[in-house]
């Protein structure tokens, strides 16, 4: 498939759903691939992942204790959240401030599974995840950890994007610009992904998900990947 018709691919299943569930762990490229998969689908797009950051930067913010599980899942109910749905642009806005590159920062980061493994406030954000799909009337690329099995188990197509250890902890320093030390990334990926598998698992393929291993592909071949997989699937069906 050459770079051209990627570019030019038709909108498929024009008038019907169209969710594209892709879960996977830290440093396997999920965000940027299912935000170009959507492009190329011309579908809306959403970071879920994005969202428990925002939650979290909202409640360091404002001083609320991370281990207070009642005070942050009231605090998931109080967010006032605008998240960007276009795969063409990137804006994450709480409360009307704009915290699209500070819910990047280590320190966001470090504490974000403390958020992500708090039910309540992940009940709240699923919540508000699905509503949001509805309101792209089902036409939406959706990536995360729990998308294939909880957020949208009934998606037309179900993808697990996983990568070995040492491509994922590559990908997620050079994505960080260099920023971070060894011990920094490992928090970053290997252990951020050990805490959130208490609440979900997103290592191994639940039954009717595609797995996509990208370790020895670059961005542009898994991409091509990811889109022969929707292809087939839809076919398939």
Known sequence: MTQELLDTMPALRIGRPLVVAIDGPSGS????VSKEV?????LAYLDTGAMY????WYCVTNGIDLDDAASVEQASRDLVLELSTSPQQEFVRVGGVDV?????EPAISSAVSAVATTL???TELIRRQRELIEKHHRRMVVEGRDITTVVAPGAEVRMLLTASEEARLRRRGIQLGGTQNAEQ???QVTHRDAKDSTVVN?????????TLDSSDLDFEQTVDAALVIVTKVLNRD
């Open 29 to 32: 490229g999920k965000s940027s």
């Open 120 to 122: 309540g406030a992940r």
């Open 185 to 187: 990334l490992a928090a």
């Open 100 to 104: 699209t590159d500070a819910i990047r």
């Open 38 to 42: 959507a492009r190329r689908l011309r």
């Open 202 to 210: 997103f290592t191994q393929a639940a039954d009717g998900v595609v």
């Open 53 to 56: 950051r925002a939650l979290t």
